[in-house]
């Protein structure tokens, strides 16, 4: 079975700093996607990042960024130019894409703060 | 239509009581989710439809779930005789079918069980 460790439950970085939240995953498969959602305090889940396996050109979206290592099955996210709007929990996710089978699996989070 | 619907966005109840949660889905999205998300934890899969089959059912999924998508639009999750390790956050996700490799997950702002 496919499992997503986050072993940092809690993170702090400044407003305008830069911070790395760490996610390693187990999988057999070769394809497959892996994502960072974010979970603001009361609001609901948003996609923040996606890597496919197959491309090893790390992903990027203006602030965010990921660290894909493949062979060592490490993806952490890089927020960079933190702002107070970026606290919240961040999940880890992995998924296959088996015909039928579309589900996440979801690490268990890191909750992140954002001091001034 | 601006996003997926989750209705209600919280029951409480008494044990042993029968609880049901509407989702609506972004229209035209043929795939929804449903996934528990407990404190502390991530969310864990239950049951994927696409359209009106339900495809794929969790262990999570006791014979007390039932999860229904009659016209391929809205879903119902419903609980029979709940126990207070029902007490959870109940998210709903849906996504198109992937004309291309990739399909994003879009999440609603989930229901909050309570059992007492």
């Known amino acids: 079975a496919q499992t997503v460790t986050q072993s940092q439950p809690e993170m702090s970085v400044q407003e305008a700093e830069t911070v790395t939240l760490s996610c390693t995953y187990d999988t057999s498969e070769s394809d497959y996607y892996l994502f960072w959602y974010k979970q603001p305090p009361s609001r609901q889940m948003i996609l923040v990042i996606r890597q496919e396996a197959y491309k090893q050109q790390n992903a990027t979206e203006n602030r965010f960024s990921v660290n894909f290592q493949k062979a060592a099955k490490s993806f952490s996210l890089k927020i960079s130019d933190s702002q107070l709007g970026d606290a919240a929990m961040y999940f880890c996710a992995y998924r296959i894409d088996t015909g039928t089978a579309s589900k996440l699996t979801f690490g268990t989070g890191t909750r992140l703060q954002v001091t001034l | 239509d601006t996003g997926v619907s989750q209705d209600p966005r919280h029951k409480i109840t008494k044990r042993g009581q029968n609880v049901t949660f509407r989702c609506d889905p972004i229209?035209?999205?043929?795939?929804l989710y449903w996934y528990r998300q407990t404190l502390g934890q991530g969310p864990e899969f239950l049951t994927y439809?696409?359209?009106?089959?339900?495809?794929?059912k969790s262990r999570l999924l006791s014979d007390r779930f039932s999860a229904e998508r009659p016209k391929g639009s809205f879903s119902t999750l419903e609980i029979q005789r709940t126990e207070q390790g029902d007490s959870a956050m109940y998210l709903c996700?849906?996504?198109?079918?992937?004309?291309?490799?990739?399909?994003?997950?879009?999440f609603g702002p989930g229901t909050r069980l309570t059992v007492l």
């Open positions: 229209s035209e999205h043929n795939r």
């Open positions: 996700a849906s996504s198109e079918s992937p004309r291309e490799r990739y399909n994003e997950q879009f």
């Open positions: 439809f696409q359209n009106e089959a339900q495809l794929e």
